[in-house]
């Protein structure tokens, strides 16, 4: 299990690398942002562990992870969307979206639901989160 | 200036504020940026510097954006470092356009988009429970759905095509090799390969643009983004059910 989840937060962080050189981030930034997508996982799985919910696991997630966007913006002069798109890679439901389409394929309707279901559950966490941080953001630069 | 943000994936607000403060950096009365995700109309009033009471003289243009599927982060780096001089001291007009030609003329590195694509694909393949063998197979994928998706980018195929096609091929590659060498997870290497295909850019922009009152750039993009996944699972059911009914006998 704990080799699972190093593993995890490894690759979770090798991923957004990836990413981030193929969006072609300035290069000075691509560590930064990569870590963005290791804090996402690490966060996501701290908060899985103690309260068993995706749903709250992602959100917590994104609002850590555009926190963090927000200020690496500052920090290193840079628009906020360069970090967050690369932050939040970990929590895109690839998995999830595959298995609907796969089960979908295959006749298993029940399990194509809960697969189709739970992806758009991961959308939408994301989205709140990332959405509440701006928004929050939004009414103290406008002051 | 703004076309070079819209089409590099920056935020709808980004690129109406940036028009709207370069305009006033360079002596504008008013300016009126309209921006959704196909089209940038800009209106630009000028007050007469002989005589400021007269009433104002206004330029408008339309400019037409016809693709937004190459994302390079660094174009909007350096458009919003340059926004930020501008507005904080002085540039020439000249000076200005010679460096946002320079902005427009920069290049995506190919090498390193691939070798990008190559290490992301991989390390999703791990990251959602595959083997080793798996990441492997994955960013030897990742090589050629980044060749496909430069080539097809080039001939102006629009991204739902391109999705179908690219997503057709490498699962029906992938669903073959599975069939050969059985030690292979060919969900996991699926799955990584689709997240460089998931248009999770456009998705999340969009919710963002929505949420900061952009609604019709939003709605239009999300709904584009919904077709592109469509396009990209109904590549892949068709590559899978192609590959089961031939292997069956």
New interface residues.
């Given amino acids: 299990m704990t080799r699972e989840i190093i593993l995890q937060l490894l690759t979770a962080f090798t991923g957004s690398f990836g990413f981030a050189l193929s969006f072609g981030i300035r290069t000075a930034h691509s560590l930064y942002a990569a870590f963005g997508g290791f804090l996402s996982w690490a966060v996501y799985l701290t908060v899985h562990g103690l309260s068993n919910n995706e749903f709250l696991a992602c959100l917590a997630a994104s609002i850590i992870a555009m926190t963090y966007s927000e200020i690496m913006a500052r920090l290193r002069k840079s628009p906020a969307t360069v970090f967050i798109i690369i932050a939040i890679i970990p929590l895109v439901p690839g998995g999830s979206l595959y298995y609907a389409m796969s089960n979908a394929v295959m006749g298993n309707s029940e399990m194509a639901e809960f697969y189709a279901n739970q992806t758009l559950i991961w959308v939408l966490a994301i989205s709140a989160g990332i959405s509440f941080v701006t928004a929050i953001h939004e009414l103290r630069s406008r002051k | 200036m703004g076309e070079i943000l819209l089409e590099n ?3 709808i607000s ?1 690129v109406e504020d940036t028009l709207v403060w370069t305009g006033k950096a360079y002596g504008a009365k008013q300016v009126d940026a309209f921006v959704i995700t196909s089209i940038i109309i800009l209106s630009i009033e000028f007050a007469d510097p002989r005589n400021p009471e007269l009433e104002l003289e206004a330029l408008t243009g339309t400019r037409r954006i016809y693709s937004s599927t190459g ?7 350096e458009i ?2 340059l926004s ?1 001089k501008i507005c904080s001291e002085r540039i020439y007009l000249h000076e200005f356009r010679s460096s946002l030609n320079e902005i427009a003329a920069m290049t ?2 190919d090498n ?13 393949a ?3 429970g595959g083997s080793l063998n798996d990441g492997v197979v994955a960013s030897l994928f990742a090589v050629m759905i ?1 060749a496909l998706q430069n080539k097809l980018g080039h001939t102006q195929v629009n991204t739902s095509a391109s999705n179908l096609l690219i997503s057709l091929i490498t699962g029906l590659c992938v669903g073959f090799l599975g069939k050969v060498f059985t030690v292979l997870h060919v ?1 996991k290497i ?3 390969d ?3 295909l ?1 248009p ?2 456009a ?3 969009s ?2 643009n929505i ?2 009152g952009n609604t019709i750039s939003g709605i239009i993009r999300l709904i584009e983004s919904f077709i592109w ?1 469509l396009a990209l ?1 109904g590549g ?2 068709t590559a ?2 192609i590959v089961e009914t031939v292997i069956r006998p």
């Fill in positions: 994936g920056a935020e980004r994302t390079y982060f660094h174009k909007i780096e919003n470092s930020r995506k590195n390193l988009v691939t070798f990008g694509g190559v290490i992301a694909a991989g390390s999703f791990v990251f959602f980044t969900d699926l799955i990584g689709i997240m460089l998931v999770g850019l998705m999340t922009n919710v963002r949420l900061v996944a699972a892949i059911m899978m059910i």
